[in-house]
């Protein structure tokens, strides 16, 4: 038997992303239900999740720590291509780890972070203690995730980060109208997921 050739993937252009769809015909095609007897495998799956959920917090305080560490590298040597670097990478592991590990309301606040190393054209000019807020909050939205009330101080928080954050981007990069207008769409892009 000749298999078909996959499709070619589907992309769709945004302003600020591609979304690709790949073509999944083959897979759904090897994928198909657990025969009577025979374990199912998703459920299996979801058990062996649902044994390592209570060590996301532990992953989740690992991450807050390099963070921190990553902060504290930038507070004795100042904001170099390096340690900018790696303060970066900390922060977009966050924001990529906190949706996955159960602490969504941190996303955020990694990715306004990110987007003030992305985006400050001079990095002598970024004001540590934005650097200072940022990090904190995530490390406090973290340590109070049981709080009933996480998700409006979060908010409340993040809201506050991002306009500072933003106002000293447009003014760092006014200048710079390719930017300005980068910023403007990924600003919009980004609010509506909280």
């Known amino acids: 038997m000749i298999e078909a050739k996959p499709k070619e993937p589907q992309v769709v252009s945004h302003a600020d992303y591609d979304l690709i769809t790949p073509d999944v015909s083959k897979l759904s095609r090897t994928v198909r239900p657990a ?12 058990t062996a999740l649902s044994r390592i959920a209570n060590d996301f917090s532990h992953w989740m305080q690992d991450e807050c720590a390099r963070l921190d560490a990553a902060r504290q590298t930038v507070q004795d040597q100042g904001l170099t291509t390096e340690t900018k670097q790696e303060l970066f990478l900390a922060a977009h592991d966050v924001k990529g780890y906190s949706e996955t590990l159960g602490y969504p309301e941190a996303r955020r606040v990694a990715d306004s972070l990110c987007r003030l190393l992305e985006y400050t054209p001079e990095l002598s000019r970024i004001p540590l203690l934005i650097v200072d807020q940022h990090v904190d909050a995530v490390c406090a939205i973290v340590r109070e995730h049981e709080r009933e009330d996480i998700v409006t101080v979060a908010a409340e928080l993040t809201g506050k980060l991002r306009q500072v954050t933003d106002e000293f981007l447009m ?24």
């Open 171 to 194: 003014t760092e990069n006014r200048h710079r109208p390719e930017i300005l207008a980068k910023l403007a769409n990924t600003s919009r892009a980004g609010w509506d997921l909280f």
């Open 35 to 46: 025969e009577p007897g025979e374990a199912d495998q998703v459920a299996l799956a979801e």
